[in-house]
């Protein structure tokens, strides 16, 4: 049944505009609220066909600011107040998540791209679930952020560089990412001095009161602009939205008001329509069959075991037992990056489209899992053991970072 464009635009955005208040009501994520919202009006349920192509165009600019803000989610504060010996076992623990990733990939019969697919973890769960309980910014819920941070900033490089080698082998077009990098550097370099040397602009860029709106204006230059030269040089736009979002992280440390007026464009309109096409996308007859099920089962039990088993490791830093399977329970939450990584992966056709809607029915399975459980078997008190750093609280001139 195909829509006219006018009808559909207002039946997409009544969806966004009452699904997160529908969320709240039922106890779901509003993200996975919008995911069955698409499966309802797509190939699965009614098989709704919006003309025109406005809502892909909309949905890959959602997505795009979503790697975007995932970007300015890092805490790269928080990263070089770990001692080496920290940072070291973190990067051990996704290696180690890498190495089971790459072995489960295999006994599913998989490419090695599922193995990048199964190690992602989604920083955007993690994150509010620790601040819900209150310990985000004890050395626990630190070590679980800076985990999800690397394993959403390693697997996505990782993806990058496993197309250019399925693309062209191991030949110079491997350093295609060089002329982006160099960008990001010398672009970070003259946006910290031009902070240092103008603060005072600088809050006015940061304010929540800004007429002009200039921050946003220049945050989503500065996306456009790193898009435009993953483009050139031939690269998944994906990686340029998330060092854009990175630099900001990095420039600027204090921007409560500056995301939450990103948020609102993005979070508020761009980026459901970006999921509620995902699900339009999804076809529950590719997972309906026993065989389907059933690999989709076996998929489930692995993509959990990958990060439960590597987060016994928090051990080694004073963290008991139960408390790093618990860690490993919140870190095994898929949402936004596996499905991104599952699209790239479908496009590029390293996985099949049954595939693809089987890693959506396990993201949307772990997030509602990982979170919930995570809070169900998380005891008061047990935040403070462990040796992370606590955070300091230092006066700096709001936004500026050294």
Known sequence: ????????????????????????????????????FGVLLGKSVLQIQFSGDWLSFLAKLGFLLLMFQAGMEIDFAALRRQRPGQLVLQF????????????????LGQGLFTGLILSTTSLGLVMPTLREAGISRTPLGQSALIAATLADFLTLFGITFFVLWHEYGLSWQFLRPVPLFVGFGLLLKAARLWSWWHPDKVSRLLAAEDTQELGVRFSLALLFLFVALSELVHLEPVLGA????????????????????LSGIGSGFLIPLFFINVGMQFDVVNVLSIDQIVFTAELLLL???????????????????????????????????????????????????GFKDATILLAVITCLLGPSLFKLFHRPGEEQKGKGPQIEKRKMPAGWMR
Request: glycine letters at 8%.
């Open 1 to 36: 049944m195909v829509i006219q464009q006018a009808w559909s635009l207002l039946i997409v955005a009544l969806g966004a505009a009452f699904l997160p208040g529908i969320s709240r009501m039922v106890r779901l994520p509003a993200v996975v609220m919008e995911i069955l």
């Open 92 to 107: 051990v623990i996704f290696c180690a998540t890498c190495g089971l990733s790459m072995a489960a990939a295999i006994l």
């Open 242 to 261: 998330f060092m854009g979002g990175a630099m900001l992280a990095i420039v600027f440390q204090k921007k409560p008001h500056l995301e939450l007026k």
């Open 303 to 353: 993509a959990v075991l990958v990060k439960l088993l590597p987060s016994l490791l928090f051990m080694v830093d004073g963290v008991p037992f139960l408390t790093s399977l618990n860690l490993g329970i919140l870190l095994s939450s898929r949402l936004s990056l596996i499905i991104v990584a599952a699209t790239i992966g479908r496009d590029q056709g390293f996985i099949t489209e």
